[in-house]
C-alpha cells in the first residue's frame, strides 16, 4: 500500500512563500510524482511534475517562474516551493505518484495511482 503524506500548507500573505513536502512510504526513485490543486468548485489541475527516470519537470502556465517542484529520493520526500504566491493559488493541494510511466513528466491525472489526503493552501489579498 504506497502512502503519500503532504504537509507545509498553510495561510500566508500574497507575495510570500511556501514549501510543501510528501513523503511516500515508497521509494520515489521508482515514481514520477506531480502536484495538484483543487480550488472550491473548480476541477483538480496539475501545477507541477517530475518525471521518473531524468528527472524532467513540467509546470503549468500559471505557475510557471514562481514554483518548483523537487525530489529526494534519499528521504522519499517530493517538495513544491511556492513564492510570490498570489490569492488565486488557494487551493487544496494534492501530491500523487505513478508507478507505470518511465519516460517524462506525467500530465494527465488519470495516470497517477496513488494520492496523498491533501494540504490545504490559502493566500490573503
Known amino acids: 500500500q504506497v502512502q503519500l503524506v503532504e504537509s507545509g500548507g498553510g495561510l500566508v500573505q500574497a507575495g510570500g512563500s511556501l514549501r510543501l513536502s510528501c513523503v511516500a512510504s515508497?521509494?520515489?526513485?521508482?515514481?514520477?510524482m506531480g502536484w495538484f490543486r483543487q480550488a472550491p468548485g473548480k476541477d483538480r489541475q496539475l501545477v507541477a511534475a517530475?518525471?521518473?527516470?531524468?528527472?524532467?519537470?513540467w509546470y503549468s502556465d500559471s505557475v510557471t517562474g514562481r514554483f518548483t517542484i523537487s525530489r529526494d529520493n534519499a528521504k522519499n520526500t517530493v517538495y513544491l516551493q511556492m513564492n510570490s504566491l498570489k490569492p488565486e493559488d488557494t487551493a487544496l493541494y494534492y501530491c500523487?505518484?505513478?508507478?507505470?510511466?518511465?519516460?517524462?513528466?506525467?500530465?494527465?491525472?488519470?495516470?497517477?495511482?496513488?494520492w496523498g489526503q491533501g494540504t490545504q493552501v490559502t493566500v490573503s489579498s
Open positions: 500523487a505518484a505513478d508507478y507505470t510511466s518511465y519516460t517524462g513528466p506525467v500530465i494527465s491525472p488519470r495516470d497517477y495511482e496513488y
Open positions: 515508497v521509494r520515489t526513485f521508482f515514481y514520477a
Open positions: 517530475v518525471s521518473r527516470i531524468d528527472g524532467r519537470t
